[in-house]
């Protein structure tokens, strides 16, 4: 397995910006699709985003949409997630996890479907 670790959180205002950075170890980056969670007090995880091995295709839940990037870098191991605009709902630990491709369409959206976890990052917005 990768192991992650996030960074980047913080507190901001809202409309301002952040940007999570996950680092993961080991020299198989390339293989696994990475994708971010969020979880808010007394909520379930739930998914924000997810990036393909190659980088080139992303998929978002619609409340990010149009705020949220995410790229990859896989000579660096690196995975990050710029937002922008953001919410005071946006508030809640965000996850970065990696998944090994699997055949079911849609699965990245599943968090069961990742096999590791970073250890969560506070981002907090204010009002």
């Known amino acids: 397995q990768v192991q992650l670790v996030e960074s980047g959180g913080g507190l901001v205002q809202a409309g301002g910006s952040l940007t999570l950075s996950c680092a993961a170890s080991?020299?198989?980056?390339?293989?696994?699709?990475m994708g971010w969670f969020r979880q808010a007090p007394g909520k379930e995880r739930e998914f924000v985003g997810a990036i393909m091995r190659s980088g080139d295709i992303t998929y978002y839940a619609d409340f990010v949409k149009g705020r949220f990037t995410i790229s990859r870098d896989n000579a660096k191991a690196t995975v990050s997630l710029q937002m922008n605009s953001l919410k005071p709902e946006d508030t809640a630990v965000y996850y970065c996890a990696a998944s090994i491709p699997r055949p079911t369409i849609g699965y990245w959206r599943s968090a069961i479907q990742y096999d590791s976890w970073g250890q969560g990052t506070q981002v907090t917005v204010s009002s």
């Open positions: 080991g020299r198989t980056f390339s293989t696994y699709v």
